[in-house]
């Protein structure tokens, strides 16, 4: 979320992460967590200290943009999409799939690094 949040600049992803955290509670209860799955590595499990880390994440990705563009973030669509493709996938094993196979650009390298690159900083 700290690419995404240093990229656009959107006030937004502050809320994606309890979002997210709630989402993956309620699919571990009903045995559909891997429906969040981005990648080939499994889903982080639910905890305060993967919350806090990502609330972190988009702390440090609006303060890059603010930082890097010169202006404030503000309220935008983007991460407003990402909860919208956060929910298709909970509710749908297809559109679960669509994202893993099409949707994501953090695919792996081919070992632990990750395929986006960070957004630089002047």
């Known amino acids: 979320m700290r690419y995404e949040a240093s990229n656009t600049g959107d006030l937004k992803f502050r809320g994606l992460p309890k979002k997210y955290h709630d989402m993956n509670v309620k699919l571990i209860a009903e045995g559909k967590q891997e429906r969040l799955q981005t990648t080939d590595w499994p889903v982080a499990p639910p905890s305060q200290g993967t919350l806090d880390w990502a609330n972190l994440g988009v702390e440090q990705g609006l303060a890059d943009y603010e930082r890097r ?12 999409d990402y909860e919208g493709q956060m929910n298709l996938a909970a509710e749908s094993p297809f559109f679960a799939w669509i994202g893993r196979t099409f949707g994501t650009a953090y695919a792996r390298l081919g070992d632990d690094t990750c395929g986006v690159p960070e957004p630089s900083v002047n």
């Open 69 to 80: 563009e010169v202006k404030k973030p503000a309220n935008g669509t983007t991460a407003d």
